[in-house]
């Protein structure tokens, strides 16, 4: 059974920095596209960043582009996010998702194309 966990959520002051983890079992991570996605309440879930399969591109939305690093360790079946200089918009809960059909092409923000999902990890940016 495929089952993704996500980890490293919680309350940092504007301009810090935090690393989710997403940890899969049941499967190995490097061969789907694997998407990070943000949610607030009332709002749609919104894409973060996401890489395709066997560390291929990556891809990000504009609002974090140059703040937030995705990455994979294959060894230990996980992607990171690296989120660097946070802001108080960037408040949400996190969610790591897999991609089961995309093969080789490059990974997308569109949440509906994603088919395995994480329960999710709260990031707060406040002082």
């Known amino acids: 059974q495929l089952h993704l966990a996500e980890s490293g959520g919680g309350l940092v002051q504007p301009g810090g920095s935090l690393r989710l983890s997403c940890v899969a079992s049941?499967?190995?991570?490097?061969?789907?596209?694997i998407g990070w996605f943000r949610q607030v309440p009332g709002k749609e879930r919104e894409g973060v960043s996401c890489?395709?399969?066997?560390?291929?591109?990556?891809s990000y939305a504009d609002s974090v582009k140059g703040r937030f690093t995705i990455s994979r360790d294959n060894a230990k079946n996980t992607v990171y996010l690296q989120m660097n200089s946070l802001k108080p918009e960037d408040t949400a809960v996190y969610y790591c998702?897999?991609?089961?059909?995309?093969?080789?092409?490059?990974?997308?923000?569109?949440?509906?194309?994603?088919?395995?999902w994480g329960q999710g990890t709260q990031v707060t940016v406040s002082s």
């Open positions: 998702a897999a991609d089961a059909l995309r093969g080789f092409r490059k990974c997308v923000l569109n949440h509906r194309e994603y088919g395995y």
């Open positions: 049941g499967f190995t991570l490097n061969y789907y596209a």
């Open positions: 890489i395709s399969n066997s560390d291929g591109p990556t």
